[in-house]
């Protein structure tokens, strides 16, 4: 797209695996600037004495769940979230009255201390770390599904800065385990599979494979003038051997980025050692990118995978698991809140070439 054409940008873009979300994408220079969150000033000691999760304070958390390689040397650690927005200490009974009904908050809440160096950062931890980091994602996911049939999810999120919910600086990202599927995974894999069975292919797979080999120039009916031109490769920032990481046609986010396998596969349960070196080596490039172009910048990554559960045994085919990274550039309006419909005031086509040309290692 050209400058000229970004600029005028106004359109309503609709999210191909949940239809019933959108996005105005509103470039117009006569655009009223949205709210910019701040960027945040990093800390980038090693450690800190008053830290709770800095090596050393390990007596300033609550019991240690899971640590790697070793308690002593740990690199990653699991404890108990000291806060946690669900517990398994005063299981009750569901209840209804009327039209409201309760569902007991039974659950686990979990920190995961991704690093024992305070200020460290994503794409500064070593692709080994960041595999390994995973892999641990992918144990303790494991062991909470297995450990009670009432836990139908559990999501694996990472918050970087206070706007994205983070009240630690220490490096550190979150493992919530709850007796329902959270709405949103819910609508992707009921979406996702209502497309398969009538297209016969998982959505995921169709869209990554327009993002490597589709290329279209649109015209206007009337003048003739091009509308559009869709090049491959134009959402895709980062390629490995077994990961792409995509920026969505439809994002909610201005600099919004999704990695997923190349190849079908709907539980990240079922990633493979190999597969987790190659998803650390496209996270580890991803984040140079986006520190490049937007350095400071707070977001949230999260992990959607296909729940557990008798109830979704024929979603194999269908879902795809993928991390979803949203940096938080600005603050939602109004309009955003209450109607649903996220604006984003940078084109997504914009966006993934800024990130793809970035120059990193």
Excluded at 46 to 73: L, Q
Excluded at 82 to 90: A, E, I, Q, T
Excluded at 280 to 293: G, I, N, P
Aim: charged content about 25%.
């Amino acid at each position: 797209m050209s400058e000229e054409q970004n600029k005028g940008v106004r359109e309503i873009r609709i999210n191909p695996i949940v239809p019933t979300e959108s996005v105005l994408v509103a470039t117009a220079r006569g655009m009223r600037p949205k709210k910019a969150e701040e960027k945040i000033e990093r800390d980038t000691r090693t450690h800190v004495d008053t830290c709770p999760f800095c090596r050393g304070n390990e007596d300033r958390t609550p019991p240690e769940i899971k640590a790697w390689p070793d308690s002593r040397d740990w690199e990653v650690r699991i404890v108990p979230n000291l806060y946690p927005v669900l517990g398994d200490d005063s299981p009750s009974n569901n209840l209804a009255f009327g039209l409201q009904q309760v569902i007991d908050g039974y659950g686990r809440h979990e920190v995961i201390i991704d690093h024992p160096h305070h200020g460290i950062i994503i794409h500064e931890m070593s692709q080994a770390h960041l595999a390994a980091l995973f892999g641990i994602y992918q144990q303790r996911m494991a062991e909470l599904y297995a450990s009670d049939p009432r836990l139908k999810y559990v999501l694996v999120f990472k918050n970087f800065g206070p706007a994205a919910g983070a009240s630690i600086p220490h490096t550190h990202s979150q493992i919530i385990a709850t007796p329902v599927v959270p709405e949103n995974v819910q609508n992707e894999v009921t979406h996702s599979h209502q497309y398969a069975q009538k297209y016969g292919q998982c959505i995921f797979c169709s869209l990554i494979d327009e993002a490597l080999t589709y290329e279209a120039t649109i015209y206007d009916r009337e003048s003739g003038a091009v509308r559009r031109r869709i090049s491959v490769g134009q959402y895709v920032i980062e390629r490995g051997e077994r990961f792409v990481a995509i920026k969505p046609f439809a994002s909610r986010f201005e600099w919004e980025i999704h990695i997923l396998p190349l190849r079908h596969e709907a539980d990240f349960l079922a990633a493979s050692e190999e597969d987790l070196q190659d998803f650390a080596r496209v996270l580890q490039r991803t984040m140079k990118r986006l520190d490049k172009v937007v350095g400071g910048v707070q977001f949230n990554f999260f992990l959607h995978s296909l729940p557990h559960g008798d109830e979704f045994g024929n979603c194999n085919e269908s879902y795809h698991w993928h991390l979803e990274i949203c940096p938080r550039t600005s603050i939602p309006t109004g309009f955003e809140l209450g109607s649903g419909l996220f604006v984003s005031t940078v084109s997504p086509e914009e966006a993934a070439e800024a990130l793809r040309n970035a120059e990193i290692d």
